[in-house]
């Protein structure tokens, strides 16, 4: 899966190569959002939900244009197919006006759902991660009982939806009750933390199992080799261990972040307004369904890409020669 | 037949080995009765030598004869059920299993460089972490053992960008840099190509004549010609026949050693 993945990336950083205008283009794109979003949620959190441009201005190109195109349209004679494709041409353009006039509309209720979103996949990775390293090492290097309990754990994680491990911690042990003194400005609701929680309980099985993969692929001669010259096996774990197999662990992780920015839309169901919840919200109250999915769709795909390219420069970053994927290994 | 001792072992060197007296007439490392097996196979059945400071033991024997795991058992990478090793008189079985693989260095058939850390760095990390040297000194000291080997042109290449030959040297230069009281060397020219064999037995040839003393199981019969005080012939789990290289290569007692060498000669002169 990790193969495939990186030679795909491989396909995308050859393409990059071969047209920089676009991978620059690219690139603008993505900052230009995510500069947008951050001035968005600062303006949020100062108390603001007007959009930065008036929607008013592209609904009236919306009109304009229909109007324009309707009276092509009826105009006959000679030139009546000539007319008849411009107006077409003008409808669609009426309908892009209209799609951005919802969106600058509607664009501040999805950043603030896109925070919580982004958010929950943040931390649910992080904190993730900090209790997938010693499960993944109790899994590789412990004991009967350590590795056990480290498996028992991974199997129940990863073999419950995680919808009802969210339930189970919402409803069942109304975990909430606990963080009521945590809200605050940037975290609306106790359900948040309930959600931080599951999404971290559920992703570190998942990384778990994917740092377990990487530990096993580092050669266990080198760990031997490590206590050869003195070092404890825990010192060899972490000093040998551990940073090879961290390094061989983020194309899975990438992987597992990706996955979790789609999954957060399941904190709706515990009331957590994120970022598809907003959107299906919207989509109630005007029924515009497929300006409101269409725009999701963009919303979730620049995180998404941004996230790619976020682990990409990650991993170029820490990569060492003849270590990891990008050597041919 | 150990006993070629010559005083040798008395001698006391200004190097690390014999500071505190209670090594006087003990030999470096004195294996007795030495059992060991996995699950029900016997692999080791009763191995006896001593070997004195500064002496260079070979071992030769066929595949599973058990030579790596007696190399394992004198550093405790395995556990053995019965007999004794003692180093510099003292039990490896009283000693905290750290301080004695501190003590004794070990060169592996595969390399087993770390394989993140830099040439410079695969020789620091037990300095700084084993002996807690500051990273000035350790890198100090570890590029003199790099430039010992000669390799300190290559000291911030990563494994990868090293040839077998060359990473086999850093993974000398890294248990040497602990000061190590005796080195083991397990087959560490196997794995290399031919024609990069002898820039590694040319170090292990130096640290021989600098009295370092080795257990060394290979099959280079050039090197252990030229550098062992003492071969051994192992085969299932005992030894066979032990003594000076010439003669066990000349006039050796049992016909298995003289098979052996023989059939080792050929395969050699093949290659
Ligand atoms: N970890 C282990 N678990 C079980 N059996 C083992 C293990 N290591 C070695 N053995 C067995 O012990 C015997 C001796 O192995 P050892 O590696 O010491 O032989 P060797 O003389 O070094 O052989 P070679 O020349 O192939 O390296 C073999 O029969 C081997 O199968
Ligand atoms: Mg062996």
């Known amino acids: ?329 | 037949m150990s006993e070629r001792t010559d005083g040798r072992g008395d001698v006391s060197e200004p190097s690390s080995t014999a500071e505190d007296g209670r090594s006087a007439g003990d030999p470096l490392l004195r294996v007795e009765n030495l059992q060991k097996s996995y699950g029900d196979e016997t692999v080791l059945r009763g191995i006896d030598f001593d070997l004195d400071r500064r002496d260079v033991e070979v071992i030769i024997g066929p595949s599973g004869s058990g030579k790596s795991t007696m190399l394992r058992c004198v550093n405790r990478l395995t556990e053995f059920q019965g007999g004794t090793i003692s180093l510099d008189g003292e039990s490896v079985m009283a000693m905290n299993e750290n301080e004695l693989r501190r003590r004794v260095g070990m060169v592996f058939q595969d390399i087993n460089l770390f394989a993140h850390l830099t040439a410079l760095e695969n020789v620091t990390l037990g300095l700084r972490k084993v002996l807690d040297m500051s990273k000035g000194d350790a890198e100090d000291k570890a590029m003199s053992q790099l430039e010992r080997v000669g390799l300190a042109p290559q000291a911030a290449s990563y494994p990868a960008e090293l040839s077998g030959g060359q990473k086999q040297r850093v993974g000398i230069a890294r248990a040497l840099a602990m000061d190590p009281e005796l080195l083991l060397f397990d087959e560490p020219t196997s794995a290399l190509d031919p024609e990069l064999v002898g820039e590694v037995l040319e170090v292990m040839r130096d640290l021989a004549d600098g009295g370092m003393t080795m257990l060394v199981v290979t099959h280079e019969m050039g090197f252990a010609r030229r550098a062992a005080s003492s071969l051994m012939f192992l085969d299932e789990g005992k030894i066979v026949e032990r003594g000076p290289p010439e003669q066990l290569f000349d006039s050796p007692e049992r016909d298995r050693t003289r098979e052996f060498l023989a059939r080792l000669t050929t395969i050699s002169e093949e290659a």
Request: aromatic share 14%; with cysteine.
């Open chain 1, 1 to 329: 899966m990790s193969g495939e993945r990186s030679t795909a990336r491989q396909a995308l950083s050859n393409a990059g190569r071969q047209l920089p205008a676009g991978r620059s283009l690219g690139l603008a794109v993505g900052a230009l959002f995510w500069c947008w979003l951050v001035v968005r949620w600062v303006a949020i959190w100062l108390g603001s939900k007007e959009p930065f441009f008036p929607a008013t201005f592209f609904e009236g190109l919306a009109t304009g244009f229909r109007n324009d195109g309707l009276v092509m349209q009826q105009t006959g004679g000679a030139l009546a197919p000539v007319l008849d494709f411009v107006a077409g041409v003008w409808f669609l353009f009426s309908d892009l006006a209209g799609f951005v006039a919802f969106g600058v509309e509607y664009l501040p209720e999805l950043a603030e759902g896109a925070w919580l979103t982004v958010v929950l996949t943040v931390t649910g990775i992080l904190f993730g991660l900090v209790i997938a390293v010693p499960l993944s090492v109790a899994r590789v290097y412990g004991g009967p009982v350590t590795r056990g309990l480290s498996l028992g754990y991974i199997e129940l994680l990863r073999g419950t939806p995680l919808l009802a491990q969210l339930f189970v911690l919402y409803f069942g042990l109304n975990l909430s009750q606990y963080f009521r003194g945590f809200t605050f400005g940037v975290l609306p609701s106790a359900a948040v933390w309930v959600a931080i929680v599951g999404f971290t309980v559920n992703s570190a099985a998942y990384q778990a199992e994917y740092i377990r993969a990487a530990l096993e692929s580092v050669e266990s001669g080198q760990l031997t080799a490590a206590r050869a010259i003195g070092l404890s096996r825990t010192e060899g774990i972490r000093h040998v261990v551990l940073p090879q197999g961290l390094r061989y662990a983020i194309p899975g992780w990438t992987n597992e972040l990706i996955y979790l920015i789609k999954y957060s839309s399941l904190a709706a169901f515990i009331t957590v307004v994120e970022l598809f919840e907003s959107g299906r919200i919207i989509a109630s109250d005007t029924f515009a369904y497929l300006n409101i999915y269409g725009m999701l769709a963009l919303f979730y795909l620049a995180l998404v890409l941004s996230a790619t390219l976020f682990m990409g420069w990650v991993e170029n970053r820490v990569a060492i020669p003849g270590l990891g994927v990008r050597d041919g290994r």
